[in-house]
T-cell receptor
Framework: AQSVTQPDIHITVSEGASLELRCNYS??????LFWYVQSPGQGLQLLLK??????LVQGIKGFEAEFKRSQSSFNLRKPSVHWSDAAEYFC????????????FGKGTHLIIQP | DVKVTQSSRYLVKRTGEKVFLECVQD?????MFWYRQDPGLGLRLIYF???????EKGDIPEGYSVSREKKERFSLILESASTNQTSMYLC?????????????FGPGTRLTVL
C-alpha cells in the first residue's frame, strides 16, 4: 500500500521569503502525486499534480513541485510567499489497483510572519 | 466551476443518534468520496462510490455506512454516533475512475458528538 510522509507539522516563513514544503512517498510503481491546500474554514483545493513527463510541475498561485524518483520526494516550492498563503498543505498519492481515494499526508501548517 | 456542497457546516449530535451527512455535486461526476479529517492525522478515506448504488470501503469504514441513490448525491450515515466520531467530514468528487483525476472537495461538515 502507498503512504505519504510530510515531515514538518508546522513551518513559519517571513512574507516575501522562499518556501519549500517536503513530501516523501512510498509506492512500488509510478505514483500519481498531488498537492492540495486548505485555507481556514475551506475545503481542499488542488495546487498541482504529477503523473509523468517533466518532473518540474507548475501549479496555481505561483507554486511548483519537483518529482525526484531517486529520493521518493515531491517537494512543493514557492519563490516568494504572501500572507494569503497561510494555510494547511497536504501532499497525496494515488495508485491503481486499490480504492480510488487518495492517500494523504498528515499536512503541514504554514504560518506567514509579517 | 465544479461545485460540491455539503448539507451542514456545523452539526452537534448526541451519542447514539443516527446522523446523516449529505453531499451533492453538480458536475455529473462518476466518483464520490467521504473523508474524515483529524488534527495530526490528515485525511483518511471512509468510503467511496464509483456509480449509483455502488460503494467501496476505504481505510476506516467501521461505524459508518453510505448511500448513493442518485448520481449527484452521496450520503454518509453514522448509525449510532459515538464521541470518537467527532471530526471534520469532507466530501469529494471526481469525474472518472482511477487515481489520476482531480478530486474536488466540499467545504466540510464539522461534527461534534456529545
Amino acid at each position: 500500500a502507498q503512504s505519504v510522509t510530510q515531515p514538518d507539522i508546522h513551518i513559519t516563513v517571513s512574507e516575501g521569503a522562499s518556501l519549500e514544503l517536503r513530501c516523501n512517498y512510498s509506492y512500488g510503481a509510478t505514483p500519481y502525486l498531488f498537492w492540495y491546500v486548505q485555507s481556514p474554514g475551506q475545503g481542499l483545493q488542488l495546487l498541482l499534480k504529477y503523473f509523468s513527463g517533466d518532473t518540474l510541475v507548475q501549479g496555481i498561485k505561483g507554486f511548483e513541485a519537483e518529482f525526484k524518483r531517486s529520493q521518493s520526494s515531491f517537494n512543493l516550492r514557492k519563490p516568494s510567499v504572501h500572507w494569503s498563503d497561510a494555510a494547511e498543505y497536504f501532499c497525496a498519492v494515488g495508485a491503481w489497483g486499490g480504492a480510488d481515494g487518495l492517500t494523504f499526508g498528515k499536512g503541514t501548517h504554514l504560518i506567514i510572519q509579517p | 466551476d465544479v461545485k460540491v456542497t455539503q448539507s451542514s457546516r456545523y452539526l452537534v449530535k448526541r451519542t447514539g443518534e443516527k446522523v446523516f451527512l449529505e453531499c451533492v455535486q453538480d458536475m455529473d461526476h462518476e466518483n464520490m468520496f467521504w473523508y474524515r479529517q483529524d488534527p495530526g492525522l490528515g485525511l483518511r478515506l471512509i468510503y467511496f462510490s464509483y456509480d449509483v448504488k455502488m460503494k467501496e470501503k476505504g481505510d476506516i469504514p467501521e461505524g459508518y455506512s453510505v448511500s448513493r441513490e442518485k448520481k449527484e448525491r452521496f450520503s454518509l450515515i453514522l448509525e449510532s454516533a459515538s464521541t470518537n466520531q467527532t471530526s471534520m467530514y469532507l466530501c469529494a468528487s471526481s469525474s472518472k475512475r482511477g487515481p489520476t483525476d482531480t478530486q474536488y472537495f466540499g467545504p466540510g461538515t464539522r461534527l461534534t458528538v456529545l
